[in-house]
């Protein structure tokens, strides 16, 4: 089955840091682009990073450029994401997504984990 | 960016009858070279991540009910429940994966009449 299993959420003060991990399992992990979609309570999805196979290509939410810093490690078949300076506004729920494909674009999103919840409060 | 306008923001159909959503991009989603349209549906319930039912905008994901059909051309979509079943409740999004950053639609809530 494959499985996308997402932690690392919690509560941060304003300025702190968060690093989420994503483990994979059910697919061959290092042939396919993996992405980090938020969604806000009761709003809509958005995109905030992805990451190609082979790492050479990365993307990121203009919100989040800068702040926020994609990895993966494809011989542990695991996705990462360093948060740094949060902000009350990057409060979500945020999913671990596999691309259909390699690159960045051009493949649709075709499966998703459950998500970690990342709440920025003081 | 590409913008994704998703209408109407809700919708409530009897079951049995025939719902439909509409998408459009602010920017033209067919791929000249290949002649594929980078736009997929999205169907997120209650609780739980979203999940895909469409791709290359009228492809279904395999073990989708074939009362989900996805239509359109261009920068104009649709995406068709022939029947609405109650399990069908749901929240669905409309999304682009033709340029980076992908973006979604603001959604569609779908309930039952």
């Known amino acids: 089955e494959v499985q996308l299993v997402e932690s690392g959420g919690g509560l941060v003060q304003p300025g702190g840091s968060l690093r989420l991990s994503c483990a994979a399992s059910?697919?061959?992990?290092?042939?396919?682009?993996m992405h980090w979609v938020r969604q806000v309570r009761g709003k809509g999805l958005e995109w905030v990073s992805g990451?190609?196979?082979?790492?050479?290509?990365?993307g990121y939410a203009a919100s989040v450029k800068g702040r926020f810093t994609v990895s993966r490690d494809n011989a542990k078949k695991s996705l990462y994401l360093q948060m740094n300076t949060l902000r009350s506004e990057d409060t979500a729920m945020y999913h671990c997504?596999?691309?259909?494909?390699?690159?960045?674009?051009?493949?649709?999103?075709?499966?998703w984990g459950k998500g970690t919840t990342v709440t920025v409060s003081s | 960016d590409i913008v994704m306008t998703q209408s109407p923001e809700s919708l409530a159909v009897s079951l049995g009858e025939r719902a439909t959503i509409n998408c459009r991009s602010s920017?033209?989603?067919?791929?000249?070279?290949?002649?594929?349209?980078?736009l997929a549906w999205y169907q997120q319930k209650p609780g739980q991540p979203p999940r895909v039912l469409i791709y290359?905008?009228?492809t279904r994901e395999s073990g989708v009910p074939d009362r989900f059909s996805g239509g359109g051309s261009g920068t104009d979509f649709t995406l068709t429940i022939s029947s609405l079943q109650a399990e069908d409740v749901a929240v669905y999004y409309c999304?682009?994966?033709?340029?980076?950053?992908?973006?979604f639609g603001q959604g569609t809530k779908v309930e039952i009449k």
């Open positions: 990451i190609s196979w082979n790492s050479e290509a990365t």
């Open positions: 059910g697919f061959t992990f290092d042939a396919y682009a």
């Open positions: 997504v596999k691309s259909s494909g390699v690159w960045l674009s051009h493949d649709h999103m075709d499966v």
């Open positions: 999304q682009q994966y033709y340029t980076t950053p992908p973006t």
């Open positions: 920017q033209n989603l067919l791929y000249n070279s290949n002649n594929k349209i980078y």
């Open positions: 290359w905008a009228s």
